[in-house]
């Protein structure tokens, strides 16, 4: 029998990070009225910006994806984007642990620490924190997958590398939410082939959909859950 998720918090380094990860997910739980909230720990893209011509407003960005996808709450603080490691990891913890008191989630989604990215590394170790056992509200959390990010983690041959053993089946709506979202950050959508082109997105969801003989599919790495 499926647990019952009631709110769920998305913990993000990176606006975009979230519609990526669990985009499709979100958007069926939000559709089956669970009460969805989004926190991203920064709100530039200085330093991955090719063209120069980055999306202007992150924030802006971030909340119509947000809405395209059903997500309630928004809440994006002031961290530069590839500098989470200047932070330190205690001063994040503290950042997240907050949003988890203030949001009383049962549920957090959060990066992989398989990723390549330093920034959703330690966001997932915030996330794991603000969640552990005796703390709170947080009753499971599940680690997403993100094109690029990931893909290149696996590549680089992290130690612990991206490995699923949760998968959510998305209809075609799910999907084409998704990918409505990822416009919403503009250049984040390159062209095929690229991993985070609309084609590659498409192509891990019915990769990880075939895993499991559906169609469609995001795969997570279910880090705990306590029935
Ligand atoms: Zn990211």
């Known amino acids: 029998m499926r647990r019952e998720i009631r709110k769920l918090l998305v913990v993000a380094a990176h606006g975009d990070d979230e519609t990526l990860g669990a985009g499709g997910t979100i958007a069926r739980l939000a559709d089956d009225g669970v009460l969805v909230g989004l926190c991203v720990l920064t709100n530039d893209d200085g330093s991955r910006s090719v063209s120069g011509s980055g999306v202007t407003n992150r924030v802006a960005a971030i909340e119509s994806a947000a809405s395209v996808l059903g997500i309630k709450r928004v809440r994006v603080h002031g961290f530069g984007d590839n500098r989470l490691d200047t932070i330190g990891q205690l001063e994040l913890n503290r950042v997240v642990e907050r949003e988890v008191r203030d949001f009383e989630p049962d549920t957090l989604f959060t990066t992989s620490l398989a990723d390549l990215s330093l920034d959703h590394q330690l966001v997932s170790r915030a996330a794991r924190i603000a969640g552990r056992p005796g703390r709170g509200s947080v009753r499971e959390i599940r680690c997403f997958e993100i094109r690029s990010a990931t ?15 949760c998968w959510e089946v ?3 709506s799910h999907l084409d939410r998704k990918l409505e979202a990822l416009r919403a950050y503009g250049q984040e959508v390159d062209p095929w082939p690229n991993p985070r082109s609309e084609r590659g997105v498409r192509a891990l969801a019915e990769y990880r959909g075939s895993q499991i003989a559906a169609g469609l599919a995001e795969a997570f790495e279910l880090v705990r ?3």
């Open 170 to 172: 998305l209809e075609e």
């Open 151 to 165: 893909d290149t983690g696996e590549a680089s041959g992290t130690p612990s590398g991206f490995r699923p053993n």
């Open 225 to 227: 859950v306590v029935h």
